[in-house]
């Protein structure tokens, strides 16, 4: 590949990944905004789940926080910090980045799957909120999966980054678990501690966490595949510090 290819091509992913980050940043503040408002018609929810805030300052907080304490936002912020990090430099490197490159695969697509396998069925979206809940549950998800295997870049995600990516989710479950103690409100049904014990609790996100290591271990195996066998970025790829 000449020179000026090599230049078409990067600016290329970059477009890409520009256009990627402003799609994943308006699902985030759409959803924000309709939050802080308190747009959402109000809904029964069993026992142990979050609920509707009422208004007020107290109910504009608790609704803001219950809102940034769910996975699927919390996957979309790593993916959109990606894609932007990526829209800048697709040139990145290092263990750090690794493990946040497979976050943003893994994480989301484990969002997209919870929800269209579990979720969906009993989702009440009206409104606004259809555009959010489609953009954050189905279109990013898609969206990062796809442009990772059209425009790459490869070798970006190594093996450790398998078990490394899982530094984030598991500091949300600590979090959950120990802000729905003293709550008493969890963001999903699986979390619900409430409901059904600590014990079936920690099974369901071992069995979460079980699929996240073999959706990492498929994406590694697939980025191999299709850059060939050779370094990761560590060495394929300068490191930048750049943000």
């Not at 308006?26 to 789940?49: D, S």
């Not at 069995?207 to 370094?231: E, H, K, M």
Request: net charge positive; no cysteine; proline share 5%.
């Amino acid at each position: 590949m000449s020179d000026f290819d090599a230049t078409v091509a990067l600016m290329s992913i970059r477009r890409a990944y520009t256009i990627a980050a402003g799609i994943t940043w308006f699902g985030l503040g759409l959803g924000l905004i309709l939050t802080a408002f308190n747009v959402y018609p109000p809904v029964n929810v069993p026992p142990g789940l979050f609920g509707v805030n009422p208004d007020g300052l107290a109910g504009l907080v608790g609704r803001v926080v219950d809102s940034m304490s769910a996975f699927t936002n919390l996957s979309n912020i790593i993916v959109a910090i990606v894609f932007t990090m990526l829209a800048r430099n697709p040139d990145r490197g290092g263990r750090v980045w690794h493990a946040v490159r497979m976050d943003s695969l893994v994480m989301i697509s484990i969002t997209g799957l919870i929800y269209a396998l579990v979720l969906a069925s009993n989702a009440q979206v009206v409104g606004l909120e259809i555009i959010g809940n489609t953009l954050k549950h189905i279109i990013v998800p898609v969206m990062t999966v796809g442009l990772w295997l059209i425009v790459g870049p490869r070798r970006q995600l190594s093996f450790v980054s398998i078990f490394t990516a899982g530094i984030i989710p598991m500091i949300w479950v600590s979090y959950t678990l120990i802000r729905g103690h003293f709550i008493e409100k969890y963001p999903y049904d699986f979390v619900n501690v409430v409901a059904y014990g600590l014990p079936a609790v920690l099974t369901n996100i071992a069995g979460v966490a079980a699929l996240g290591i073999v959706l990492g271990l498929v994406f590694w195996a697939i980025d191999r595949l299709i850059s060939g066998r050779g370094r990761t970025s560590d060495s394929a790829t300068p490191v930048t510090n750049e943000p």
